[in-house]
């Protein structure tokens, strides 16, 4: 790492924990991160070998796990929102700040009708593509989109989260700016049962083990669990594994989605 690169991560680190200790509220989550990159560092990447392996070897195209497991074809997706993409798209162009890409757009939405979603939770926002795919489809039904989402501290990337979600699918939208130990919560005292979970936040493994098993809990039968990022570490694999549950595996654009109906 060069000079250059040293002191503007310095600056980066300086300006994030300034920012923290502006808001009170985020100090438990400070606390957990001081914690993590102490003590913790090697969690983040627990059983990754293990698991990109078992991953690679199960895995299959996102079409291909529509078609299976709800018996839909994805084809028409792109067309039939043609329209409200492209409008997204410019927003996301004009940005900014970075943040993450699109993702598995049409498995989100595509859970959403399969179980005739009334209610969804996801964590993670960033510009919004994941809830935006969730919101086509919960707006039909006049249902609710709960999501989880970290300010972005160090890049005054605030106004921005969700950037990509038009106005008109904001009343089906609450959005919760805290870490998920203090999201989730919040969120289970406003609605106990979910048709569709969506995960995409912490990536350590002790993160994700415990919002897992606390998402799981309020995902009612016959409803959808979807991962995200899974080859990061062992923590989806072994969760599985411990409740005999059987999962699908999307490969996509390099990386494992795991997705599996409770």
């Not at 001081?34 to 195209?61: D, H, L, Q, V, Y």
């Not at 162009?93 to 993702?103: R, Y």
């Not at 048709?195 to 995409?200: A, P």
Request: hydrophobic share 35%; with cysteine; aromatic share 12%.
């Amino acid at each position: 790492m060069t000079h250059t690169n040293i002191m503007n991560e310095l600056l980066r680190v300086s300006k994030t924990f300034l920012a923290y200790l502006k808001r009170p509220d985020l100090y438990p989550e400070l606390g957990r991160k001081i914690i993590k990159n102490t003590f913790n560092r090697g969690n983040a990447f627990k059983g990754k070998e293990k698991t990109n392996s078992w991953a690679a070897s199960k895995s299959i195209s996102q079409k291909e796990a529509i078609s299976q497991l709800f018996e839909i074809d994805m084809s028409s997706f792109k067309q039939d929102f043609l329209e409200v993409l492209r409008k997204s798209e410019q927003r996301e162009i004009s940005c900014p700040v970075k943040m993450g890409g699109a993702g598995a757009m049409e498995l989100i939405y595509f859970a959403c009708e399969f179980t005739k979603a009334q209610d969804a939770i996801e964590t993670g926002v960033a510009y919004g593509w994941s809830s935006l795919a969730a919101l086509l489809s919960l707006q039909k039904r006049d249902g609710a989109l709960y999501s989880s989402d970290m300010p972005y501290l160090a890049q005054d990337g605030d106004q921005y989260v969700g950037v990509v979600v038009p106005d008109d699918l904001k009343k089906y939208w609450k959005l919760f700016r805290f870490a998920d130990k203090e999201s989730l919560p919040k969120i289970f005292t406003e609605n106990q049962s979910f048709d569709v979970v969506h995960y995409d936040s912490d990536k350590s493994y002790n993160g994700r083990m415990w919002a897992y098993e606390e998402l799981y809990k309020h995902l009612r039968k016959g409803g959808v669990f979807i991962s995200d990022d899974i080859g990061d570490n062992s923590a989806y694999q072994d969760f599985c594994e411990k409740g005999a549950i059987n999962t699908t595996v999307i490969e996509f654009e390099g990386k494992y989605i795991g997705v599996f109906v409770k």
